[in-house]
C-alpha cells in the first residue's frame, strides 16, 4: 500500500464545493485501489483573513511544503485587502507558487467532446473538440508579479518585507504606483526548457500533428521580453525535432480564439499567461472547465484556473470539473514523479469517466447548458468511477 500526504485548501467562495467533489473521489481511490491518499484540509483564504487576521493558521505553509501534493479550491473574497493593497489569500496562492519555487503553471486548453460554449447567451458548440488540444505555460515565479510574490512568500517565511526600489519617472507627476517586472534568464530558461520538454510528449498540435512550441511575448515593446525570445531561441535549438513559432501577446489573443488548431505548447510570461489561460478557458467551455499545475522541482500545486465566485458560493451550481482535471493532474504528476504505474493508470481513469460524463450531456452544470448541481457532478462521477476502478 503506498500513501501520499496531500494538503487540501478550499479556500474562499465556491472553492469548498469544488474541492468537496475531489475528496469524493480520493476518497474512492481509498476504497478502491492499492494507493491511499492521507489528506488534511487546511481553511485559508480572504474571509478567512476578516475572520482571523490571518489567511491562514500558523505553520500552514510547512505543512503544504512537506506534503506529496496540494490542492487548491480558489482564492479571493470582496473586500479581502491587506492595508498595503494586497490580496488577502495571497500569501496561500502565491506565497505557495514563489516559497516552493512552483515555476512552471502548466495550463492546459483541451475541449472535451460535447461541450456547448455559451457566446452570445446561446448553448452550442463553436469549436470543433479535435481542434482544441494545446498546453499553455505561464511563468510563475517572476514578471509583473515578482513584487507581489516577494511580499506573500516573506509573509509566508516570516522574512523581511519586499519594497520596490526607489526610481525617477521624469515626465510623470502626482502619485506615482508602479510594479517592476523582471524577467531572468534563469528564470526564463527553465520555463522554456519545461515547455519543449511537455512538447516531447504531446502529439503536436491539432492540425498537422506537429510538435510545436510557441513563444509568446511583447519582445517589439519591452525588454525582458526581448531576454525572454533570446533564451528560448537558443533552448529551441536543444530539440531538432520541436519547431517553433513566436507571437506576440496582443495578436495571438486573436489567433488563440480563431485558429486554435495551430498551437501545441505556448509558453510566456507570468501576467500574458493569467491573461490568456482566463480567455483560452473560453475554447473549453468556460472557467468552469480549465485546470491548471503549479509545478516546481519538487512540489506541487494544483487548482482550477477559475476564482471563488463570491455570487454562487454555497448554491451548489458551480461546475467541478476544473478542479476535478486539476486532481487528475495531480495524480499523474505523482504517478510520474514516484514512478506509479498505479496513479498513472487512476488518472488516465478519471481523464475517461469525465470524457464520458461531458459526452452524455446529461449531468452537467447550468454553465455547459445542463442542470445539474455541483454535488450531483460529483456523484455521478464516483459513481462512473466505481466501474471503471473495478
Ligand atoms: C490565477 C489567479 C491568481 C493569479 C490570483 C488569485 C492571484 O487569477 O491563478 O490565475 O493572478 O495568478
Ligand atoms: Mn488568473
Not at 479571493?76 to 496561500?92: F, S
Request: charged share 25%.
Amino acid at each position: 500500500m503506498a500513501d501520499y500526504s496531500v494538503v487540501l485548501l478550499p479556500g474562499d467562495g465556491t472553492g469548498p464545493e469544488v474541492i468537496n467533489q475531489a475528496r469524493k473521489i480520493l476518497d474512492l481511490i481509498n476504497e478502491k485501489t492499492s494507493i491511499g491518499f492521507n489528506y488534511e484540509t487546511i481553511e485559508c483564504g480572504g474571509k478567512y483573513f476578516l475572520e482571523t487576521g490571518k489567511e491562514w493558521e500558523e505553520g500552514s505553509f510547512e505543512r503544504c511544503k512537506n506534503a506529496d501534493s496540494i490542492l487548491l479550491g480558489a482564492i479571493g473574497w470582496p473586500g479581502a485587502i491587506r492595508k498595503n493593497g494586497d490580496l488577502a489569500g495571497g500569501e496561500v496562492v502565491l506565497g505557495l507558487r514563489s516559497g516552493l519555487d512552483l515555476y512552471a503553471n502548466v495550463r492546459p486548453i483541451k475541449l472535451f467532446e460535447g461541450v456547448q460554449h455559451k457566446i452570445h447567451g446561446k448553448y452550442r458548440t463553436v469549436w470543433d473538440s479535435k481542434n482544441v488540444d494545446m498546453c499553455i505555460l505561464r511563468e510563475n515565479t517572476e514578471g509583473l508579479y515578482y513584487g507581489a510574490l516577494q511580499r506573500s512568500r516573506a509573509r509566508s517565511l516570516g522574512e523581511d518585507f519586499f519594497e520596490s526600489p526607489e526610481l525617477d519617472f521624469p515626465g510623470l507627476s502626482g502619485e506615482i504606483a508602479w510594479d517592476p517586472r523582471p524577467i531572468s534568464e534563469n528564470g526564463s530558461r527553465r520555463i522554456v526548457s519545461k515547455a519543449f520538454e511537455i512538447a516531447s510528449k504531446r502529439n503536436g498540435a491539432p492540425n498537422d500533428k506537429k510538435k510545436s512550441v510557441t513563444c509568446v511575448d511583447k519582445s517589439n515593446v519591452a525588454r525582458g521580453c526581448q531576454l525572454f525570445r533570446r533564451i528560448f531561441d537558443e533552448e529551441s535549438k536543444k530539440y531538432s525535432n520541436i519547431s517553433t513559432n513566436y507571437a506576440y501577446i496582443d495578436a495571438f489573443t486573436m489567433w488563440l480564439i480563431r485558429n486554435p488548431e495551430e498551437f501545441d505548447v505556448v509558453v510566456t510570461s507570468n501576467m500574458f499567461g493569467d491573461i490568456a489561460t482566463d480567455l483560452g478557458s473560453v475554447l473549453q467551455g468556460g472557467m468552469g472547465m480549465a485546470a491548471s499545475g503549479n509545478i516546481g522541482d519538487s512540489n506541487a500545486l494544483f487548482e482550477p484556473v477559475h476564482g471563488s465566485s463570491p455570487k454562487y458560493a454555497g448554491k451548489n451550481m458551480v461546475n467541478p470539473i476544473a478542479t476535478i482535471n486539476s486532481l487528475q493532474m495531480m495524480l499523474k504528476w505523482l504517478g510520474d514523479t514516484k514512478n506509479s504505474k498505479e496513479l498513472v493508470r487512476i488518472s488516465d481513469i478519471v481523464h475517461n469517466a469525465v470524457s464520458d460524463q461531458i459526452k452524455g450531456r446529461k449531468v452537467v452544470t447550468y454553465d455547459l447548458g445542463g442542470n445539474a448541481t455541483t454535488s450531483e457532478v460529483g456523484d455521478d462521477l464516483v459513481k462512473r468511477l466505481k466501474v471503471l476502478l473495478d
